[in-house]
């Protein structure tokens, strides 16, 4: 199988196969990790039909590139939905996209996996026909674990700072209800609004309340700005910051000086899975670099896994009926697996339990998942992993 991933066709149509579309970030903010993304849907496909294929189909994947923008993800699903004729979207990152896509997705009765933090993708409208599937953590569990991090790491005085769209919003919102729950309180709060060339005056709105850290709900863009005009300003101030933001391209913008010390915060994969190693093997001969670099290929990867189980599971491809196999083939109960292959053989005697790549996808009553999180930080320009936080 051949994936020219930025030209969106990918095959003609062909009897026993089930068509799947793979809706990622390639370029915008999310531009780092889709590309990984996308190939790693590809390679846990080839692995599927390696292994003869679900319920008899061979897997076809089409690719498409969100530009990490709602608008162009819209008419990248469409097409996919209306021309490609897929019958599962898998990969959308952020969750303004995942939001903007999953009314098409419910209207077509597909699946959608994302990889989005909004709370609002649990529940109706978004999940009202139990279609979405979450294999990263909600904005909710990313709170809990800034707050766990701020109060291990001694912080009294926290402030936030969140990009005016859901994910910002709801990483901010998550930590001051866990803050709160604590005894704490948050000195200052500001929503920003995106592509400004400066956020001073927001800033200094901060730096006025004199915080010990402060905590975002950010991307790489904006993240750098805000950075380099703290710095500037030279007043003390640590940071907590998601890992999609607080990532090598930060440090590599802004220079080691100026990022010293930031504390980078995101969901850790399930490293000492079975499913891991043969993620990261696919991932360093699709990529050149290991696993580690990419949590959200690692989703990709188990999203491809479980759904062609749930293909399997249900003897069909009829997405009714694959939806109602989801649960079953990742939750415990069952024989522990951790490959396509391996969940195959062990369906004919019995029920199965997906041990994933990403994290141990045990899904809940809305369809998402509670993976571990690393609490890294950033030391002479690099960012060292310290301690994993559970939630």
């Given at each position: 199988?051949?994936?020219?991933?930025?030209?969106?066709?990918?095959?003609?149509?062909?009897?026993?196969?089930?068509?799947?579309?793979?809706?990622?970030?390639?370029?915008?903010?999310?531009?780092?990790?889709?590309?990984?993304?996308?190939?790693?849907?590809?390679?846990?496909?080839?692995?599927?039909?390696?292994?003869?294929?679900?319920?008899?189909?061979?897997?076809?994947?089409?690719?498409?590139?969100?530009?990490?923008?709602?608008?162009?993800?819209?008419?990248?699903?469409?097409?996919?939905?209306?021309?490609n004729e897929v019958r599962a979207l898998l990969g959308t990152w952020s969750s303004g996209i995942s939001l903007a896509v999953v009314p098409l997705t419910n209207d077509a009765g597909i699946m959608l996996m994302n990889t989005s933090g909004a709370p609002a993708l649990s529940v109706p409208p978004a999940n009202e026909k139990g279609l979405s599937y979450r294999f990263q953590a909600t904005n909710d569990r990313f709170g809990r674990a800034f707050a766990e991090i701020a109060e291990k790491e001694g912080f009294k005085r926290p402030a936030t700072m969140a990009f005016n769209n859901a994910s910002g919003i709801g990483n901010t919102e998550g930590f001051k209800k866990a803050w709160e729950a604590k005894g704490g309180e948050i000195v200052s709060s500001v929503v920003y609004e995106p592509k400004q060339t400066s956020y001073r005056s927001e800033l200094m709105q901060i730096l006025a309340a004199q915080p010990d850290v402060i905590v975002m709900g950010s991307y790489v863009g904006d993240t750098t700005i805000i950075l380099r005009e703290w710095y500037q300003t030279g007043q003390p101030a640590k940071w907590i910051i998601p890992g999609w933001a607080a990532n090598s391209d930060l440090v590599a913008a802004l220079g080691p000086d100026v990022v010293e010390g930031i504390i980078s915060v995101d969901s850790v994969s399930n490293e000492e899975a079975e499913a891991y190693a043969e993620y990261d093997k696919a991932y360093q001969a699709a990529m050149g670099k290991p696993g580690s670099d990419n949590v959200y290929a690692a989703m990709t990867w188990d999203m491809m896994t479980v759904l062609a189980l749930a293909v399997e599971a249900a003897g069909t491809t009829d997405m009714a009926k694959v939806n109602e196999k989801m649960h079953e083939v990742a939750n415990p109960d069952g024989t522990k697996v951790s490959s396509f292959a391996e969940g195959k053989n062990a369906l004919k005697t019995g029920s199965i339990n997906y041990e994933g790549a990403s994290s141990v996808p045990d899904f809940d009553e809305h369809g998402d998942v509670t993976p571990d999180f690393a609490a890294s930080f950033v030391e002479d320009g690099k960012i060292n992993r310290r301690y994993i936080v559970k939630i």
């Amino acid at each position: 199988m051949a994936l020219p991933l930025l030209s969106g066709s990918v095959f003609a149509q062909s009897e026993g196969t089930l068509r799947i579309g793979a809706l990622n970030p390639v370029t915008g903010a999310g531009g780092p990790y889709g590309e990984g993304m996308q190939k790693m849907i590809l390679a846990a496909a080839e692995a599927v039909n390696a292994a003869g294929g679900a319920a008899g189909q061979k897997i076809e994947i089409f690719a498409e590139d969100t530009q990490t923008d709602p608008q162009a993800a819209v008419l990248a699903a469409k097409k996919l939905i209306e021309v490609n004729e897929v019958r599962a979207l898998l990969g959308t990152w952020s969750s303004g996209i995942s939001l903007a896509v999953v009314p098409l997705t419910n209207d077509a009765g597909i699946m959608l996996m994302n990889t989005s933090g909004a709370p609002a993708l649990s529940v109706p409208p978004a999940n009202e026909k139990g279609l979405s599937y979450r294999f990263q953590a909600t904005n909710d569990r990313f709170g809990r674990a800034f707050a766990e991090i701020a109060e291990k790491e001694g912080f009294k005085r926290p402030a936030t700072m969140a990009f005016n769209n859901a994910s910002g919003i709801g990483n901010t919102e998550g930590f001051k209800k866990a803050w709160e729950a604590k005894g704490g309180e948050i000195v200052s709060s500001v929503v920003y609004e995106p592509k400004q060339t400066s956020y001073r005056s927001e800033l200094m709105q901060i730096l006025a309340a004199q915080p010990d850290v402060i905590v975002m709900g950010s991307y790489v863009g904006d993240t750098t700005i805000i950075l380099r005009e703290w710095y500037q300003t030279g007043q003390p101030a640590k940071w907590i910051i998601p890992g999609w933001a607080a990532n090598s391209d930060l440090v590599a913008a802004l220079g080691p000086d100026v990022v010293e010390g930031i504390i980078s915060v995101d969901s850790v994969s399930n490293e000492e899975a079975e499913a891991y190693a043969e993620y990261d093997k696919a991932y360093q001969a699709a990529m050149g670099k290991p696993g580690s670099d990419n949590v959200y290929a690692a989703m990709t990867w188990d999203m491809m896994t479980v759904l062609a189980l749930a293909v399997e599971a249900a003897g069909t491809t009829d997405m009714a009926k694959v939806n109602e196999k989801m649960h079953e083939v990742a939750n415990p109960d069952g024989t522990k697996v951790s490959s396509f292959a391996e969940g195959k053989n062990a369906l004919k005697t019995g029920s199965i339990n997906y041990e994933g790549a990403s994290s141990v996808p045990d899904f809940d009553e809305h369809g998402d998942v509670t993976p571990d999180f690393a609490a890294s930080f950033v030391e002479d320009g690099k960012i060292n992993r310290r301690y994993i936080v559970k939630i």
